[in-house]
């Protein structure tokens, strides 16, 4: 089981499409969200994924669960998810060093408006470059959860 480590900041313009390396169309439901657990199904490009999240003591790491499966199958769980289905680009931006790497999801529908990029740690330590788009850190709010934005879009608030 992996344990996930990720910061989430708000980003302030577009400039980061420009630093992009790749994009892709994200579409993503929820089957299960309790007491911080998330049971997702997600549609990445033309490939399916089932996720599990445990919930996160700290806002910054938690346990998650990632298998890819069929696209076919991924379609079908749709009918199971709660309502609000997420529906974003993802935009990949080097960080800068190497290694790391910013996703910039760009929400569409009833979260449009709302642009977040996240980046994935080694560890709560680890020191990363920021560009001159990423904004405020969000890292622990709730709010921005995309299993908050499914039941509570950003455009509600």
Same mark, same amino acid.
């Given at each position: ?6 910061r ?14 790749e994009?892709?169309?994200l ?8 007491g911080?657990?998330t ?10 994924y ?8 700290? /806002? %910054?790491?938690?346990m &998650?669960? @990632?298998k890819?499966? =069929? ?8 009918? #199971? ?13 080097p960080?800068?060093n ?5 996703e ?8 449009? /408006? %709302?642009?977040v990029? &996240?980046? @994935?740690?080694?560890? =709560? ?8 788009? #990423? ?17 509570l879009?950003f455009m509600?608030?």
């Amino acid at each position: 089981m992996h344990i996930e480590t990720e910061r989430k900041f708000l980003v302030k313009d577009t400039s980061y499409k420009e630093a992009s390396t790749e994009s892709h169309h994200l579409v993503q439901g929820y089957i299960c969200t309790s007491g911080g657990r998330t049971v997702r199904v997600r549609l990445y490009d033309d490939t399916g994924y089932l996720t599990i999240k445990g919930p996160s003591q700290d /806002g %910054l790491s938690r346990m &998650e669960w @990632e298998k890819e499966i =069929p696209f076919e199958d991924a379609k079908d769980l749709f009918a #199971l998810c709660l309502e609000g289905i997420i529906d974003k680009t993802r935009w990949i931006v080097p960080e800068g060093n190497g290694t790391l790497k910013f996703e910039v999801d760009e929400f569409h529908g009833l979260n449009a /408006g %709302l642009t977040v990029a &996240e980046i @994935e740690l080694p560890s =709560p330590e680890t020191e990363f470059n920021r560009p001159e788009w #990423l904004g405020e850190e969000v890292t622990g709010d709730r709010r921005y959860y995309n299993s908050h934005l499914s039941k509570l879009p950003f455009m509600k608030w």
